[in-house]
């Protein structure tokens, strides 16, 4: 019996130390339609049903927000810090990292909700010097590819978690670390089918 509370304390003690970060991971591993739309997007539109891209802007901006979901396994297997737009804040602040609002419109410097599909990879002044472009599949991110709104590196953002403090604002693109960048862009880059991404909150 002794071994038993010992061992719960133990899994409670961890279970502690993980912080809503990880309680907020566990939330999308077990959001089955949130997961499922996904899947069947993938399928119904030939994109790559191995894994996609979520990125649920609900989350504080110091906190890791972007996911790569296993669709086959329909579990995390990285997350990172991801920006979102300034708007009318200063550009590289973090005055909005509990209030994030979203836009569809040119010039609005604000982040667009929606599914996108990932396409060409380029060249990027920001960061590692690679981007994607990312082109809008709905009503709230039609204007995305015409606002050059990319996923991309950008130094600012951080690799580990810096709550309270937020994620520096950018004009509305992704952004994650260089190193967090350099991870994702192989996945990317040898995908033989279009991989979605998903922003929401």
């Known amino acids: 019996m002794k071994n038993i509370i010992i ?34 997007y993938c399928s119904a539109n030939n994109f790559n049903d191995d894994f996609c891209i979520l990125i649920d802007m609900s ?14 396994t329909k579990e995390i297997e990285k997350s990172y810090l991801v920006s979102h737009g300034c708007g009318k804040n200063s550009w590289g602040s973090d005055e909005s990292k509990t209030t994030p609002k979203f836009s569809n419109a040119y010039d609005s410097h604000l982040s667009s909700l929606g599914k996108y599909s990932i396409g060409n990879r380029g060249w990027s ?14 009503a709230t991110n039609s204007n995305a590819n015409a606002r050059d709104i990319v996923f991309h590196s950008w130094s600012p953002v951080s690799d580990e978690e810096i ?14 670390s260089n190193n967090a960048f350099l991870e994702i862009d192989p996945l990317l880059r040898n995908s033989k089918k279009t991989i979605l991404m998903w922003i929401y909150k």
């Not at 403090?165 to 509305?172: D, I, P, Q």
């Open 59 to 72: 989350i504080h901006s110091g906190k890791k927000r972007l996911f790569i979901l296993n669709l086959e």
């Open 163 to 176: 709550y309270p403090s937020g994620t520096a604002e950018g004009w509305g693109c992704p952004a994650v």
């Open 7 to 40: 061992i719960s304390i133990g899994v409670l003690a961890i279970f502690l130390s993980c912080g809503k970060s990880n309680q907020k991971l566990n939330s999308i591993t077990s959001d089955n339609e949130r997961i499922n739309e996904a899947l069947t």
């Open 125 to 138: 002044s920001y960061g590692v010097n690679i981007n994607y472009r990312i082109h809008g599949l709905e």
